[in-house]
């Protein structure tokens, strides 16, 4: 792999209580490209995902093992509030607060100390068109995230998570709840934040893997249920040359 | 989750393909047969049934073409139906190849030939034996045998070049039969490539095999 890299697990092990959910997984995340977990239902992808800002965290009962690094530091010894300004995230439903529009981007940077309404304008107005949505929003910014469509929503989302100009976006299936109009706008919206930003996604849908991601991991568990990580590597050699013989087993759709 | 259907359509995608090649194979030996036996109507039957092959080829691409917009497949599965996608077209080469023959035969028309078929036959018999083991190997995913066949087409290469001298000396020797010797030049010039569309097959028996591309001519 040529790529910088932006992130990394090495050797990490996640358990809630005694159950070990995700077993000495160690990858990197390449610096401006868009990596891609894919496995079946209860693989730990979307737990090793949270794991990149700690979102964990928040479950009573989660300890780890191994480490997380962000530009080669310790997520785990980071401040939480600034780990997640420099690693934002993206969910599976888009979850506007209920407040306006511009409220909504400019809420990041004001947690952050950004007071002043026109620092915020101008932030608020380059967030909105780097999620490819201020043209459709510039007249309205006082009106409620709410009342956006669920493509849009989601679009918001994106605008409030790169307001604060994190290095890192996540996302947890972020197309997942939209329709396919609205999936090709994320989509195509994706290949464009990757210039400026790093990107890990989970997704389901492995076509939605094959047509925006450059590195794909695929995950599954092991006899005891846990999450293990058989195969990482550029995407366009996952879905045509697989070298492990359970990621073309799931990639061509004959299990899981 | 299985993918049976699937599977099936693959499986007998892949059938087709192995079942028109068979009609290739010996439409190539009945084009030679027929032209050293001056049989015309052997040889538009030949005619007639390249026909049907390319009729049969277009329905496979179809298929394949059906299988990848419906069902995304990927890795060996993509693999596979690109490469009888191409075998395809090779298969559908070698029968005008065949027909290519055919028509040079009645062209020449009934009479005797200006001189009797010897290396040509051979070059044919060879050619028809690749054919036959590359088709085996692609559906038996036999990468070793898909290795070894190509080196056998050096051995048609050598009787091609002794074709053409020969057919060389004979139009000083026989000017007046120079367009009938130059057509039996051209019969062997089909068989040549016949030789080398089976070299393309056996590199894609390797890369649905292994996923690596390689040039074995």
Redesign the interface.
Known sequence: MTAEIRMRAVDYSLFYGDFKALNSISLDIPTYRISAFIGPSGCGKSTFLRSFNRMNDLIPGVTTSGKVLLDGNDVSKEDVVNLRRKVGMVFQRPNPFPKSIFDNVAYGPRLHGTKNRSDLAVIVERSLKGAALWDEVKDDLGKSGMSLSGGQQQRLCIARAIAVEPEVILMDEPASALDPVATLKIEELMNVLKKNYTIAIVTHN??QA?RVSDYTAFLLTDENRAGNLIEFGPTKQI????SDSR??DY?????? | ???ES?DRELQDVKRKLFQVTGEVRKNLTASVKYLDNRDMQGASMIIESDEMVNLKCLEIEERCLNIIATQ????????LLFSILQITTEVERIGDYAKGIARISQKIGPGKLVKPLVDIPRMEEIAGLMLDDAIRAFTEDDEQAARKIPARDMQIDVLYNQVHRVLLTFTMEKPTNIEEIMMLDWVAHNIERVGARVVNICERVIFTV??VSVDLN
């Open positions: 492995m076509q094959a879905f045509t040359t697989p990621t073309e990639i061509s759709g004959r299990f899981g | 989750m299985t993918r699937f995304q497949p990927v890795a060996t599965d993509l693999r292994t996923g």
